[in-house]
Each structure stands twice: as C-alpha cells, then as structure tokens.
C-alpha cells in the first residue's frame, strides 16, 4: 500500500490520498510538523482532514498518518485549573515551549506526568466492581475531591488496589475482569470527545443552579442540569453574564470555553480566577474551573472541537457525581467553524450557508446535559448544566443558530441591545426572556426559601407587564393620563427594573447577591407598593409617595452587604412610619 | 535558485492559476517575472494536485498567460525591520515611497504574525487620557486595547483620530511612544490630512506610515494591514515601545477581501462577504494587546465606514465582535454641529473597567458614568416625548432630564478640535451636570460619593 500523502491544501482543510487505516473521525498527523488532523470525510481513497493548527507551508506530496484513534481527551487528577487549547493542548505548558506565540507542531504532555498525587483508596481487594465505581480519591485542589473511576467497559473483583503517591500513569489497582482478563488501571482515562460518556439513567432537574444573578434567579431560573441560551448582538452582556456564571454560581466544577473569541476575556479569567473568593467555602474560584481557550485568530477547526473538549471533561466529572457548570462563548463561532469547514468540502449549504446538520449537531450538544444517576453501584447523582452564548449577526434572532438552539434549550435569557444602550445590566429583557424549569422548583422553593416565593415572582412580573402596558399610553397621551394607581404601578416597576434587576457586575457586593437577600429585597418593593395602594386609598397622592425619601434605601438594599441584610427587613417598620406620617398629614391637610 | 515556470494557464481578476508545479507551499510567496522584467508578488491560497492558485498582490494589469514567469519562495511575505524604520513611509506593499534610503532589515518577518498564546497576555489595565470626554469619562480607552471608529462616509473620524494620536498620554510617565499607521484606500487628502498633522505636532519621526490609496489597486491591500501590524509588534516586543496603530478604513480592506472571495467564486455569506471574514478579521484584530514580562504594548484604532451608516452591516458587526469595545459617530450629532458626534449610548468600552476607579482615574469615576449613561438616556427618552406630545407633556422630571440631554450634548460631548481635556476637568464636568439633577434620582452613584462630591457643585450652582 502506499504512503499516505496530501493532494490538496486549502485553508485549514487538507485533503490526502493512500492514508493507511482511514477511519471517519480519526485523529491523523499531517506534514513533517505532524499537525493534528481529523478526518472528517472519505471518498474512495481519498481523506479529508480539518487540521487544528496553522496549515500555512504544507503541500502537494507532504506525508500523512492516521494515528488510528479518535479525538480525544486525557481524563485524571491535573485537569482543575488548567487552561486548555481546542483540543486540550494545556497553554501554559505551550509557552513554556514555544514562547509567547502559539507554534506549530508543539507536542506537550496533556496531564502532567510526573506530579505525584495522593491516592486514597476506598475499595479494597476482593472487592465486586463495575464501571462508574469509585476506586479512590485525590485531593486535587482544596475544592475538588477527585474520584477515580472504574473506566467504562470493566467488570469484575479487585484483585490489588493502594493507597499512596502515585503518578497518573502508575498503576493504582489491578482488576481480575469477569472476561477473565487483568486490568491495570492507573488514574489516566481517555474518552472520544465525540461521543457523550455514559450515565445509568436521565433524570428531570428540580433543583435551580443559584447564580446570585437577581434577574436568572428570580425571573428566569435554570435548573441544575438543565440548558440555558444567551443570545444578543455584540455588546449586550453575554460575556459579562457568563463569567458572572462561571464565578457565582453553586456548581462544583466550572468548565468555561472561550470558543472564537477575545484573546484578553480569557486572560482575564485568569487573572481574576486565583484572586476571587468562591462566597460559599471561602476559596479561590479558579480551584474548581478549567478553561478551554480557543481564541478567534487560533485555528478555526480547534475552535469546533472545543465545544466537545469541554463538555467531555465536564461529564467526566459529572460522573463523579458532582454537579458541573458549562458556559460556551460562543456556539456561534462553533457553527461558524462547522459552516467554514462545510463550504471547503463543498456540501450543500443550508440556511445561511450553515451545513444541513447544524440543527441536529446544536441539539447533539445541548443534549449532553442532564441531570443523571452515574454509574457505579452507589446510585449517585450527577448534573451536567449548559449555557450558551449565541452572538447572532446583527443581533437579528431569526439567525439560523439562534432558531436551532431555542428549540433544544429550556431557559432563554434574551439581551437587548437598546438595555444595553442605557446601561441596564445584566440587559435581559424581562419581557420576551422565559424559562420552562418553573414548576419543577416547587419543592425546593418551599424547603429553601418559603412557598410565597413564587407568588412575589409572579406579582412583580404582573407589574412589569403592567408597566409596559401603561407606557404604551404614556407615550400617547402623557403621564397626566394615569389613574393613581397606575401612576403607582409605574413607580413600582421602575423600582422592580432599577433597584432590583440592575444589577452592576464589577461592583464588590452588588455583583453577587444570596437567594436569601433576593427574597428580602424583592418582599421590601412588593411591601412598599401594598403600603403604598393602602396610603392611595387614605388619600394620599402618587406624587409624594414617588419622592419619599425612604425610596432611596429601598434602592441601596443592594449595597448592603450579605452579613447585614437584616437592614433591609428592618426598612419595613420605618416604612410604615413614613406612611402613617403621609396618612395623617393628608387627612389633616 | 527556485525553479520557475511558464505554465500559467488562467489570470482572472486578483487570481492567477499556474500549472504542473512541483511542491508549492500554502501561504507560499509567490514571484512573478513579466516579459519587461517588472516584477510582482502574490501568494499561495490553495495546492491541488500540480496547480497552484495564486493570489497576486499587485493588480494583474499587463499579466499574460504567455510569457510570464513564476517562482515559488518557499517562505511566506515577509516585512524586513530595523530601529530605522520610524519616521518612514511606505506604500500598501511595503515599498519606501519617501525618497528615503531602503531599510537594511536586522531581521525579517512573515507579516501573518502568530496568535498571541492567550497565557502569555497580560490584560490591559492602564489608562490612556486621550483628552476626550467621550472616550476618557464614558469610554475609557487603557493601553493593549483594541477600539475601533465606527463613522459614515463624510463624518470626522480621521480627525478624531489623529486627534487622539496627538493627545493620548498615560498619565505620569515618559515612555516610548510610536504611531503605525496603516491608510488603506483613502483619499490623497485624507492621506496628507494625517501626514500633514503629524508633521505639524512633530510626531512624524515617531511614526511609521503604510499608505494604499483609494485608486491603488484594491487587492494590495489585503496586506497593508498585516505589514504595519508586524511593525508595531516589532515596536511594541522587541523596541519597548507602546505603539497606537491607527488602521483606516477597514471597509475598504474588507471590500478587497470581498473582491478575492467573489474570484474565487467562494459561497458568500452575508452580504457577498466571504464566510472567513470573522475569523479574517480577527487575526488582524487580536494582533493588539499586551504581553507579560514586555514592556511594551499595541493599541489599535481601526476606523471604519458604515455602509448606509448600518450597525448591522457585516464589516462593522463582525468588528464590533471582535474589537473591544466601539465608538460609535451619529450623524445626527454632526447635523447638530456637535465634534465630535460620539453616540455615547451605542458606543462602548469593554475593558474601561479595570482602567478606571482609584489610583488609576479617580474613585467615584465608575458611579459617574454609569449614572450620566442613565441619565443622558433618559433625557433622550423625554426629548422623544417632546417630540410627539410636545414641551406640555413632559412630568417635571422629565423637563430636568431634557434639559440635561442637551446640556450634556452641548459641552461634554462637544468640545474643540484642539481642546485636550484632563481626566478630572472631565469628571467634574459629569457631576456639575449631574448636579442639576434631583438627588434621589442619582441611584448610580455610591451615597457615600454622593456625599463628598456634590455638595461643591450644588454651591458653585448657587453662585
Ligand atoms: N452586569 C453588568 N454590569 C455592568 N456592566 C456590564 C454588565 N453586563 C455587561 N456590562 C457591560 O457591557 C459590556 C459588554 O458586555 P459583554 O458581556 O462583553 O458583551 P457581549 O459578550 O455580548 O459582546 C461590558 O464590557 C460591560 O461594560
Ligand atoms: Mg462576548
């Protein structure tokens, strides 16, 4: 047979001819660097390869090689605080290398090799084992108890197994398989990244991810293995609600990937990361994340693997049993990259140039989350969220991506540019946003927080619409035309919008706000507005209950730090004051 | 000596096909020798077999199929640099056009760069006074950032421009400075507008200027970019200096990437631009930035035309995706005579936040934008019920924000151009305006800045 070799070189796709063993999606090496290379088509004896680095200097005749494996990703102790390329080349260890500029050809151990780990083993020989079983666990930092797994597709009795410091690649135990064969496992796992780990059983979500974000949490919930979508034009937050995500949110594992975007929001994630304080242990939040950073001037085909690296570490530690948070930004470049390497192969362009199969690869990977009982005999729980950025041209929603994701997606968090325009933050519209998770928190709502909560969500959404409404007419006929209770209900809202749902992402305590201070700030509007329909009934008028000055501590509830919020429940009794005082001057006067 | 062939068998607009070529290299620089002796350069877009395309660099004019003569380099374009480059001026391709000696290169480089490995970025925190309070109150330019001009055709974005080449410093240091410019299909007068300018302010010794005019061929100027990035990357990582690179207009470099695309007889995307503009756009972009353990920086200015003056269109779309942050001209505003017309709402700065607050700009800098960013959007909101109800209809509050609308537009949108504005005239400037404004409509803003700040406006109000 002969050598495998290219024939044609066009952007990051190459096509070659003769490579021995060609399978659909198996990783190759392309020209003397050895680029990394996917075959993604094959005609006759003809490959073609999306290549993951710069293709610029390969031609006609240069050798390729099929390593005959498929994409995949090193799994093991290591992997929390990295920061990985598209296709998990770990970018500190490239700079190491190669200096300050990503280089071709770079090969650099995925997981480190020679850092030792403490194993503790939980097993002991004689043991009954399957897959999904916990053999042991490393403390990888001081947030993540590693669990090492039995790897998929082993069954049988522990035949040794210890405790001690041990590399990921020495072996940690010896399995005596029910097929009569040993295995000797280490801590080091792989698994194709296009292909989704497997899970015992899926089941619905009940639980909300809490993300101290007043508008998500309140209004617009997602659930812990649920999905989520952020689309808006450039400009209107979804970078800033995503890594308000990836820093609040009560996950236990982060997975951010920074897919086709800036080269400096990656930086500064890395910057920030070590520095802030996860608010529930008190550790720094880099210590549960890893980030995939595939900028927009790196490779365009890594830029489309990325999506998988990331979701496939995330199930990796779902697996675990811990609840994993992916944040994607932007699926938008991933399709993109689909829809490039698709007009290089020359398929049949859909919508926008978008390949036919772009719907069914978006609703693939959404899929991927869940809330699942993993496997291994101890039935523990696992749950896999996903939040996407959709950053649709011209932020028009009828963009081919955007329409594919809200069909798979159950949370919609719809950013609007003129928000934005006027620096309402985080800019979702409260309006046209909506989530389907709702009923499924009953139980937790009622455990967690108290079953009016639901109630107090329902009647400040009811206002807001209301006020929507009224501006309508407003903008017809003036203000003059308003009932005092509509002048009120318009009152309310502007409180409900600035004082509650503004929310300023970089200042130190308004950018992460309890559940508990929520609901405490929430209740302290809604009480002012049942005060203030009583004081319009005791003839009191709109116009000076609209400039009382107690309106301004409502609006600085925000600033108040979270060891003091019994200073916003202690508003109430001065509230009443203030009104009784309006009462009595007006039946006076 | 490279082998060269005679087998050119097609030359359609910018692209030429040469025939039974051995190993010719993607991204390869490509001679090619006419029959006078001229000769011109292109580059490799794509190998297939024993053909090689070639995207020819200098418009095809006087090429026949015949008699020309190709080489292939076997390296990719490639800019020769040396100290001696500043105060230089070189057409789209490179080529001094300054009657000045040619530079004697201490060293080459392919002119595509490499991608900043997103580790060794230090993120941009530095604050660059740029004298205006469009940019330095509302959207705060720091230096590493990539900020682009979003105008119309006729609006005063190349004086705004160059009056930010004139006027930006960071505060308390003396540091290198250069200017790379990079005029891509502009006008002889917008061209000698800068060059006239920087002579005037004598900045032109510290600056490198590549110029493509409107009626050179669109297609040389695909790399007219690339070459004054490689210049201000040489400047910024191995001269220590911070470099502001000045690129204009990027709707013209797109049109020449539009033009390849359609020869190539590529699915267009929106619009007829090519599916890779994004990703196109973005290895020119990202080019900007800071590098840990450099000392110096790129800081970009690409200034661009909307067509139709539309956002959404794809050049200033897919920039505003890229670039951090925008700003953003209203023709309006022009209309009104107001310079320079930022539309503060539209336009942004995404990285003004970890440039600004207390020991970079002031401490209360933060609160003031953001509550005159609600203000003046309020205000307009008041102007557009004006509009359709008239002054009557207007609630109190409403008047006080109308009148604050215009105030703001008429002197701190506004403002001369000579007029360098410090960072702090700027912020008094914001709460003066403000001051006008009820108290308890100024939720913004931190109460305990509210407290040390506005008691001296509201006085010097009283007087
Ligand atoms: N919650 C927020 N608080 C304060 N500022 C915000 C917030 N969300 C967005 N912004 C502002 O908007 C800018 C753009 O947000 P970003 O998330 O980068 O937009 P996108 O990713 O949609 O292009 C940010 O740089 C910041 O100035
Ligand atoms: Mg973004």
């Known amino acids: ?589 | 000596m490279a082998k060269e062939y005679y087998t050119v068998s097609e030359i359609i607009g910018p692209l030429m096909l040469v025939e039974n070529v051995e190993g010719a290299k993607y991204e390869e620089l490509v001679e090619i020798e006419l029959a006078n002796g001229e000769v011109r350069n292109g580059r490799v877009l794509e190998v297939n077999y024993d053909k090689a395309l070639v995207q020819l660099f200098q418009e095809p004019r006087g090429l026949d199929v015949d008699s020309v003569k190709v080489r292939f380099l076997g390296r990719g374009v490639e800019i020769g640099l040396s100290p001696d480059i500043l105060g230089r001026v070189f057409d789209g391709q490179g080529k001094p056009i300054d009657d000045g000696p040619e530079i004697i290169p201490e060293i080459k480089r392919d002119i595509n760069g490499s991608a900043i490995n997103p580790y060794a970025r230090d993120y941009p925190a530095e604050f660059i006074q740029t004298g205006f309070s469009t940019i330095d109150g509302l959207n705060t330019l720091v230096r590493g950032q990539k900020l682009p001009i979003f105008s119309g055709s006729g609006l005063p974005h190349n004086q705004m421009a160059a009056q930010i080449a004139r006027q930006a410093k960071v505060l308390g240091k003396e540091e290198r400075f250069a200017v790379v410019f990079a005029a891509m299909g502009i006008t002889f007068g917008e061209a000698n507008f800068f060059m006239d300018d920087f002579r005037r302010t004598g900045a032109l010794e510290r600056t490198v200027l590549f110029i493509n005019l409107a009626d050179d061929p669109a297609v040389e100027r695909i790399a007219t970019p690339r070459m004054a990035l490689t210049v201000a990357e040489y400047l910024a990582f191995d001269m220590d200096m911070h470099v502001l690179v000045i690129l204009t207009d990027m709707t013209n470099y797109c049109e020449a990437l539009r033009e390849v695309s359609a020869a190539r007889k590529e699915i267009p995307g929106r619009r007829g631009y090519p599916g890779y503009l994004y990703t196109d756009l973005s290895m020119i972009y990202e080019r900007a930035g800071r590098i840990k353990g450099k000392k110096g920086s790129i800081t970009q200015i690409p200034v661009l035309t909307m067509p139709e003056d539309d956002k959404t269109h794809p050049i200033p779309d897919l920039t505003g995706y890229i670039t951090e942050g925008q700003i953003v001209f209203s023709r309006s505003l022009h209309r009104k005579g107001i310079y320079p017309p930022v539309d503060v709402l539209q336009s942004l700065s995404r990285l003004k936040d970890k440039g600004i607050g207390e020991g970079k700009t002031r401490e209360d800098h933060s609160d003031i934008f953001n509550q005159l960013f609600a203000a003046y959007a309020r205000g307009l909101e008041a102007r557009e019920l004006q509009v359709i109800l008239g002054e009557a209809a207007l609630s109190d509050i409403d008047k006080i924000y109308f009148k604050f609308a215009e105030e703001f537009e008429n002197r701190y949108i506004q403002q001369g151009e000579d007029e360098d504005r410090s960072i702090t005239f700027t912020l008094d400037l914001g709460w003066e305006l403000l001051s006008k404004i009820p108290r308890m409509e100024l939720k913004r803003i931190r109460p305990e800045y509210l407290k040390k700040y506005l008691p001296k406006f509201l006085k010097e109000e009283k007087k």
Request: aromatic letters at 8%; glycine letters at 8%; hydrophobic letters at 40%.
């Open chain 1, 1 to 589: 047979m002969d050598k495998g070799r290219i024939i044609k070189v066009a952007g990051p796709l190459v096509i070659a001819e003769n490579i021995e063993n060609a399978k659909m999606f198996d990783v190759v090496e392309v020209g003397e660097q050895k680029l990394i290379g996917e075959i993604v088509e094959l005609r006759e004896n003809k490959a073609a390869v999306q290549v993951y680095e710069e293709t610029s200097g390969l031609g006609v005749g240069d050798p390729i090689v099929s390593t005959g494996a498929p994409l995949s990703v090193e799994l093991g102790p290591g992997l929390i605080e990295s920061i990985f390329d598209g296709i998990q080349r770990p970018l500190d260890k490239i700079k190491e290398v190669a200096g300050d500029t990503i280089t071709r050809g770079v090969r650099v151990d995925i997981i480190d090799r020679e850092k030792k780990w403490e194993f503790k083993a939980v097993k002991s020989e004689g043991d009954e084992i399957e897959a999904g079983d916990i053999l042991g666990e490393v403390d990888e930092t001081v947030l993540v108890k590693h669990k090492i797994m039995v790897p998929y597709g082993i069954k049988g009795k522990i035949k040794k197994i210890k405790s001690g410091e041990f590399t990921v690649e020495e072996i940690i135990a010896v399995i005596e398989g029910e097929d009569g064969k040993e295995y000797k496992l280490s801590m080091l796992q792989k698994w194709p990244v296009r292909q989704g780990r497997p899970y015992t059983v899926k089941k619905p979500p009940i639980i909300p991810l809490i993300t101290g974000q007043r508008v998500i949490d309140a209004f617009f919930p997602v659930a812990k293995g649920g999905t989520a979508c952020v689309p808006g034009p450039f400009g209107s937050g979804k970078t800033v609600i995503q890594h308000q995500l990836a820093k609040w949110a009560d996950a236990d594992i982060i997975i951010y990937i920074g897919c086709g975007e800036r080269g400096n929001e990656m930086t500064d994630v890395l910057q920030e990361f070590p520095e802030l304080k996860d608010p529930r242990s008190g550790e720094p939040l880099m210590k549960r994340t890893v980030l995939i950073a595939n900028t927009s001037n790196m490779p365009v085909a890594a830029r489309e693997a990325s999506v998988y690296t990331g979701v496939t570490i995330a199930e990796y530690f779902r697996d675990m049993g811990y609840s994993v948070a992916v944040m994607a930004d932007s699926t938008s470049r991933w399709a993109e990259a689909m829809r490039e390497m698709s007009g290089r192969l020359e398929e049949m362009p859909g919508e926008e140039g978008y390949p036919a199969y772009l719907s069914r690869r978006i609703a693939e990977f959404y899929e991927r989350a869940g809330r699942v009982e993993c496997l291994g005999k101890d039935t523990r729980e696992g749950a896999l969220t996903i939040i996407g950025a959709v950053s649709p041209p011209g932020g028009d929603l009828s963009d081919p991506v955007v329409q594919a994701t809200l069909r798979v997606v159950q949370v919609f968090w719809s950013l609007e540019d003129k928000l934005a325009y006027r620096r309402h933050f985080p800019a979702i519209n409260w309006l046209t946003s909506y989530t389907l998770y709702t009923d499924s928190f009953d139980e937790y709502y009622k455990k967690e927080i108290g079953s009016e909560w639901k109630e107090m969500i329902q009647k400040s959404m009811r206002i807001l619409q209301e006020e929507a409404e009224l501006e309508e007419i407003v903008r017809l006929v003036g203000l003059d035309a308003l009932s005092p209770d509509n002048r009120l209900i318009m009152e309310t809202a502007r409180s409900i919008r600035e004082d509650f749902l503004h929310q300023n992402a970089f200042h130190p305590v308004d950018t992460f706000t309890s559940f508990k201070k929520q609901f405490q700030m929430i209740d302290i509007i809604l009480f002012f507005h049942s005060r203030a329909e009583k004081a319009l009934k005791n003839k009191v008028s709109v116009g000076d209950i609209s400039v009382l000055p107690i309106r301004e501590d409502i609006a600085q509830a925000k600033f108040i730090d979270e060891k003091e919020t019994n200073k916003i429940d202690e508003l109430k009794k001065k509230i009443d004051e203030v009104f009784e005082k309006l009462e009595k001057e007006s039946s006076n006067g």
